[in-house]
């Protein structure tokens, strides 16, 4: 037993002094702080996976109050979201959990955070960081529009385009905020996942993209949305109307990429070369429409079954 506890205390100690190292990276070097941030994770979440959970939280606390000395109190937002995240990740590793409980606990967390952490800059430093943007960009767009009219004689903008431009950004922040969160939640999975399986430790894998299915649900989430919109019709900027407005754009991405999934699905049946599948992705931004009413058809009927009776022929 004190072997073990020696051990880990060595580990620990070990990890620590990586997630520091790290995040001052993060804080100094400016040309790869966004490839440390991504990677500063990786040490939590391998202890995390290796030893009780009590121990990995006493390990992250450390690490932040670590990067609070070397790095300033700049840097406490970031080490605290990456260090609980990486709490998180190992965790799911040591509990054998699946890689979709991985990644909607890993959305959960970075999301949660990132509203502790708005909560207390507003609450303790009077920071909104919300406002402090929106008020950037109104700015910027002003700047572009007085450019614009120094340039040309006309504005690029009209204002009155600008501020619905605007109320439609800020009306959608919890949207975007939340799609954020998981997207920042996939691309470290997907980047840190690989070296710690190198490291020794079993780490989930998700299945192919091409065979991904969203719950049959979200098709009547949509309707449900679809039927307030044509029926109720909210009231601009009524309560009802920002949470209609968040939920479409949720179920928007979500339907583009359960389309997406199908074109890769067809491509692969199909057996055409994989760089058509890069192309329709490329494609599915401007294309979103057609994304989505894909998405919906392949939720709602068995295409795919289709698709692949056609192949064997």
């Known amino acids: 037993m004190p072997n073990n506890q020696t051990k880990a205390l060595v580990q620990g100690s070990m990890m620590v002094a990586i997630f520091t190292i790290l995040m001052l990276i993060s804080a100094y070097v400016p040309f790869i702080f966004i490839v440390s941030l991504i990677f500063a994770p ?4 391998w202890y995390s996976a290796n030893y009780k959970r009590s121990s990995s939280i006493f390990v992250a606390v ?6 609070t000395l070397t790095s300033g109190i700049t840097m406490v937002p970031f080490a605290f979201i990456l260090a609980l995240l990486g709490v998180v990740i190992g965790s799911a590793i040591n509990l054998k959990k699946s890689k979709l409980y991985l990644f909607m606990s890993s959305g959960v967390t970075v999301l949660l955070s990132m509203a502790i952490v708005y909560v207390a800059y507003v609450q303790f430093a009077g920071i909104n960081i919300i406002s402090m943007s929106m008020e950037m960009l109104r700015e910027s767009y002003e700047q572009s529009n007085e450019l614009a009219k120094t340039m040309t004689g006309q504005e690029a903008f009209q204002p009155e385009i600008i501020e619905a431009m605007l109320k439609t950004i800020e009306l959608t922040i919890p949207a975007t905020v939340t799609i954020s969160a998981f997207m920042t939640a996939f691309i470290i999975i997907t980047l840190n996942l690989p070296i710690l399986k190198r490291l020794g430790l079993d780490v989930p894998k998700f299945a192919p993209f091409q065979n991904m299915r969203l719950p049959r649900s979200i098709l009547w989430y949509y309707m449900i949305v679809l039927c307030i919109n044509l029926f109720m019709r909210p009231e601009a900027g009524s309560t009802l109307d920002i949470i209609v407005l968040n939920v479409s754009y949720v179920l928007w991405m979500l339907l583009i990429l359960q389309g997406i999934s199908f074109i890769h699905y067809f491509i ?7 760089g058509v599948k890069w192309v329709a992705t490329l494609l599915a931004l401007p294309l979103s429409s057609f994304m989505i009413l894909l998405g919906i058809v392949d939720l709602g009927f068995d295409v795919r079954s289709l698709v692949k009776g056609k192949t064997k022929e």
């Open 42 to 45: 990786l040490p939590i979440a």
């Open 62 to 67: 450390v690490g932040c109050i670590l990067t």
């Open 268 to 274: 692969s049946k199909k057996e055409m070369p994989n």
